[in-house]
């Protein structure tokens, strides 16, 4: 998959994570088994701003040719995946966050290595 298409998609679903986590935290936790409290919602406002973050400069740089910037970007985002990727399973093992969890896993785990391959194919 080229860079191009894949900082797109990436953007969209990350503009939509990043919808969800901001009006309304509670879906996504209550989905994973974690109970919403006061606490739960300021952190996930906070991290909404970073997917939102994440998914402009994604959407801005999509056009971007080969270049060492474009490298450091993509291994930034699959840094990102992989981290929580881990911490979704870490979550899953301890019986903090339900199996559903793991959907977020595979798709985290996917992108982390789509962004890998993705300056190897064709821009």
Same mark, same amino acid.
């Given at each position: ?46 991290? *909404?701003?970073?997917?939102?973050? /994440? ?5 801005? *740089? ?17 840094? @990102?995946?992989?981290?929580?990727? @881990?911490?979704? /399973? ?10 559903? /969890? ?18 190897? *194919?064709?821009?």
């Amino acid at each position: 998959m080229t860079f191009r298409y894949l900082a797109l998609l990436s953007s969209v679903l990350l503009f939509g994570l990043s919808a969800v986590w901001m009006f309304a935290p509670e879906l996504m936790l209550t989905q994973w088994g974690v109970q919403y409290s006061d606490g739960a919602g300021l952190v996930s406002r906070r991290a *909404a701003a970073l997917y939102a973050g /994440i998914a402009l400069m994604l959407l801005l *740089a999509r056009n971007a040719e080969a270049s060492k910037a474009r490298v450091a970007l993509a291994k930034g985002v699959s840094l @990102t995946c992989l981290i929580l990727a @881990t911490l979704g /399973i870490l979550e899953w093992q301890s019986g903090s966050a339900t199996a559903h /969890i793991l959907v977020a896993v595979v798709l985290e785990a996917v992108l982390a290595v789509a962004f890998l391959l993705s300056n190897k *194919a064709k821009s």
